[in-house]
């Protein structure tokens, strides 16, 4: 998948508001004061696909950057249909 059809499939995700996040980054986003609003405006203008991992099982993990505060996340797209967010990052 190219970074331009990641980000189409992130914002139309990210607008049917398809998307949870891990305990993980629920923790990650109290210790670095980012708010739910935060990730959602990461999700709906997504800027730049810093790194793209993929897992021995094929699992395909992505860090993005984006939102108005560049803000980062790593997140995992499950079936083309939810977006799970790992962690949340400050720029």
Do not use: C, W
Request: no cysteine; glycine share 4%.
């Amino acid at each position: 998948m190219t970074q331009d059809e990641l980000f189409i499939l992130i914002k139309r995700l990210a607008s049917e508001r398809k998307y949870k996040l891990t305990s993980h980054a629920l923790i990650r986003l109290k210790q670095r004061k980012l708010t739910r609003n935060d990730i959602l405006d990461i999700l709906e203008n997504p800027k730049r696909l810093i790194r793209e991992d993929v897992s021995s099982d094929g699992v395909h993990t992505y860090k993005i950057a984006g939102g108005i505060n560049n803000h980062r996340l790593a997140i995992e797209i499950q079936d083309n249909e939810l977006i799970i967010i790992i962690t949340a990052m400050n720029k």
